[in-house]
């Protein structure tokens, strides 16, 4: 079974940076498909925030458009959120999501912004 585990979430000020990172893993050879970055804020639904497919192009929120970058290293399965100039309304629990033949996610990571 492929399990994924998250880093890099934590406190930062407005305007700052972080990087997530997220490696799959499993005991077995698996494939994946896409990975990808979702967020879930206090009283709101999860909401993706980025995807990237492999050997695609990758897509934003709109609301992160020009300033988060997601980037795949297939070679260590693993994905990255780089997150620049971060606001407030970015506060939330951020997961990672690794589509093989199913979803996995992730644990999550909080990623506190303060103002």
């Known amino acids: 079974q492929v399990q994924l585990v998250e880093s890099g979430g934590g406190l930062v000020q407005a305007g700052g940076s972080l990087r997530l990172s997220c490696t799959a893993s499993s005991g077995s050879f698996f494939k994946i498909i896409s990975m990808g970055w979702y967020r879930q804020a206090p009283g709101k639904q999860r909401e993706l925030v980025a995807d990237i497919i492999s050997g695609g192009s990758p897509k934003y929120a709109d609301s992160v458009k020009g300033r988060f970058t997601i980037s795949r290293d297939g070679a260590k399965n693993t994905v990255y959120l780089q997150m620049n100039s971060l606001k407030p309304e970015d506060t939330a629990d951020y997961y990672c999501?690794?589509?093989?033949?199913?979803?996995?996610w992730g644990q999550g990571t909080q990623v506190t912004v303060s103002s």
């Open positions: 999501r690794a589509t093989i033949s199913y979803d996995v």
